[in-house]
């Protein structure tokens, strides 16, 4: 709890050096985080403060594609993912919207 809201304050004036450095970190543990309870502020902070940056964004997005739709099933996966689809931009959001059209389970219900 202490380590995400540390890292969220940082987050809020990072230079964009700093936010690349920390994004390398997450970005091999970005899906576990998205689920976790404390974790998935960290990484919804990140879709916030990194808007103006579609790099960082599609880093982001790329992490987290294989299991996008598993993280919209979730409680805090589904905080991040509606995070993402504010945030991001129309590119991103396109990537999103693909991952959950191909899912065979979306595709049943509609």
């Known amino acids: 709890q202490h380590g995400s809201r540390y890292l969220q ?3 809020e004036s990072a230079s964009d050096k700093e936010k690349d450095d920390l994004l390398q970190k997450l970005i091999p543990e970005a899906a576990m985080l998205a689920s976790d309870t ?7 902070k990140f879709f916030i403060k990194c808007n103006q940056n579609q790099a960082q964004q599609k880093a982001l997005i790329s ?12 409680p805090h996966g589904c905080r991040v993912m509606q995070t993402a689809i504010i945030e991001a931009a129309t590119d ?8 959950l ?10």
Request: hydrophobic content about 45%; aromatic content about 4%.
């Open 9 to 11: 304050a940082l987050l």
């Open 101 to 110: 059209e191909l899912s065979e389970k979306v595709a049943a219900c509609i």
């Open 63 to 74: 992490a987290l594609r294989p299991d996008i739709y598993n993280l919209t099933n979730e």
């Open 92 to 99: 991103s959001q396109q990537i999103i919207a693909k991952e």
């Open 38 to 44: 404390f974790g998935n502020h960290v990484i919804q």
